[in-house]
């Protein structure tokens, strides 16, 4: 049972345009969410996260939303530039302390030029 | 900088081998994970650790384990390597949210 999802394995948009990368969950106990970034031969870096008793977290052109009734949780890069390609995974934490994380299997975004 | 450093980033072991990954953080950090990242599969974690000596399981412990030693140090141990262990291993480190990942160690079993 995969309790997170990340159900479009690729995304691709155009350099200033919005790029929406989203995450489903099913655990209940999940209350931390996580955005991580990877580019290829190098590990994931962390972006962005957020707590359950928000419903939005922003950090320069990056902004996660949170909606607890879904289960689902988007990233959104405003706006998206080249630099931004790379596999993106959503996490999720039944621990703010950052017990051990839930991977999605990861978006692949390209930003074209 | 603070760091998580992998010793390897790349290794080529024969089927039956017994492997030693190692993975060093500089944050004095509590909480250690060892993942294993594969295609279409994401990232999915082999073993976990809060302190030292102390060591869970994660969601695919099977063929591995895991030595903590010391608080700055945890080692997964590959007791004999087979080719569906050839995969990117990921060692990460926190102590309150969001992980910090070395660069990956890329094991090839042959």
């Known amino acids: 049972d995969q309790q997170v999802k990340q159900n479009s394995p690729s995304l691709s948009v155009q350099e200033g345009r919005i790029s929406i990368l989203n995450c489903d969950y099913t655990n209940s106990m999940f209350d931390y969410f996580l955005w991580y970034k990877k580019y290829p031969a190098e590990g994931p870096t962390f972006l962005i996260s957020?707590?359950?008793?928000?419903d939005k977290n922003e950090d320069g052109r990056f902004t996660v939303f949170l909606n607890k009734s879904a289960k689902h949780l988007s990233l959104h890069i405003v706006p998206s530039q080249p630099g931004d390609s790379a596999v993106y995974f959503c996490?999720?934490?039944?621990?703010?302390?950052?017990?051990?994380?839930?991977f999605g299997d990861g978006t692949t975004l390209t930003v074209k030029p | 900088d603070v760091k998580v450093t992998q010793s390897s980033r790349y290794l080529v072991k024969r089927t039956g081998e017994k492997v030693f990954l190692e993975c060093v953080q500089d944050?004095?950090?509590?909480?250690m994970f060892w993942y294993r990242q594969d295609p279409g599969l994401g990232l999915r974690l082999i073993y976990f650790s809060y302190d030292v000596k102390m060591k869970e399981k994660g969601d695919i412990p099977e063929g591995y384990s895991v030595s903590r030693e010391k608080k700055e140090r945890f080692s997964l141990i590959l007791e004999s390597a087979s080719t569906n262990q050839t995969s990117m291993y990921l060692c990460a480190s926190t102590q309150k949210g969001g992980y910090t990942f070395g660069s990956g160690t890329r094991l090839t079993v042959v």
């Open positions: 944050m004095d950090h509590e909480n």
């Open positions: 996490a999720a934490s039944a621990n703010t302390n950052a017990g051990k994380s839930t």
């Open positions: 957020i707590s359950s008793i928000k």
